[in-house]
Each structure stands twice: as structure tokens, then as C-alpha cells.
């Protein structure tokens, strides 16, 4: 059945409304009022019932109050609109960063970062969760490719030269400290591990002198 100029005049009308009302959830969230956000996300998922973005909206809210059930819920909604949508993995993330549920964070926030490599919030909770699980594998691909996406970000370049130590990469951690503190002079962790950094080069060079 062929669509009627009314018809699509409606529809634009009904995606319009839908983008205005979930530009507002969006507002409201991010000046923390999430009552009001809820009110503006649930509209929007009336009119629109199978976009994700009004639940990943809701996932948000209800992360910031601690509703962690209601999030869960409101991101696996979303995922299960759009099985590409990588912020509703990053929420799924968060929230099983939350509950120490570091394995499902790890998980959730490899997923994201397979579908979105330029997620900030997915990228810092993988090493996050690295962090708490001990295991570092691939996450030192993801820094360096957000690296180059976004050179100079303070954020991404201290974990990366972390990882870069402690995995014996010596050089490369020094020379992505030294950048960092080109543009962050007092970046005290940065000034700290460098001094480690130095020492470690220094011992292997002496090490090397003696055999």
C-alpha cells in the first residue's frame, strides 16, 4: 500500500517530535535533573517504540539514582532494539562495573568498543575492570587506537603508559609520558611513574653494561 502525502508528513512530524523530545531527556540528564529527563525519555519512547535511544536515556537516569535493576533493564531494552548500539553496552558496562561484576564489565565494554572505538566512557571502564581482574590483554589496542584518534588526550595517555610499563615497553612509556607533561606539567601520577620509568631504563642499562 503506497504512503499518502499525509502520511508522510506525519511521519516526519512524529520523528521530529521524537528528536526534539529526546534532545531534551539529553538536556535535562546532563544538568542532573533526571526527573525530568525520565519524563522527556518516556515520551519519546512512546512516540518512538523501537528506537533505543529514549531506553539508553533511561538506563543513564537510572544509573545516576543507583537503580541498578532499572538500568540493567532499560539497557538491554535498547540492546535488544538495536543490537549495534554501543552506548547501551557501555551502560551495561557501568552497571556491572557497579555490582563488581567485573568479568560482565570487561565483557560489555569489549562489545561497545568493537562496534565504537571512539567510546571514552567504554574505553576507561575496560581498564578499569583490567584493573581489578589483572588481565590487560587488548586493552592496550584500544588506547593506542583512541590515541590516534585523539591525540593529546590526558585521560587515555597516562593508562596507555602504564601499560606500556608494565609490560616492559620502556621507551614507549617514557615517550608518551613526556608528551603527556608537555601538556599537563603537573600531572602528578605522570611526574611518579616517569621517576619509575627512568629507574627501570636506568637498572636495565646497568644490567646491560655488567653482561
Known sequence: MDMTQNDIDQQNDSTQ??????????CYASVGDYAQAQKYYERAAIIAPDEAGPYVGLGVVALHQNLLDDAETAFKVA????????KAYAGLGMTAQ???????????????????TDNLIALLGLFQASCQMGSFEKVTYYLEVYLNMHPGD???????????LKDGRLEESKRVLLDLLTLDSCHKDAINLLEEVEH???QSEKAGVKS
Open 154 to 164: 590526558v585521560s587515555v595517555m597516562f593508562p596507555l603508559a602504564a601499560l606500556y
Open 98 to 116: 557497579q555490582r563488581t561484576d567485573y568479568k560482565r564489565a570487561f565483557e560489555m565494554f569489549l562489545k561497545c568498543l568493537d562496534l565504537d
Open 79 to 86: 540492546c535488544r532494539l538495536d543490537r549495534n548500539c554501543s
Open 17 to 26: 517530535h521524537y528528536e526534539v523530545l529526546q534532545e531534551l531527556g539529553d
Open 200 to 202: 627501570s631504563l636506568n
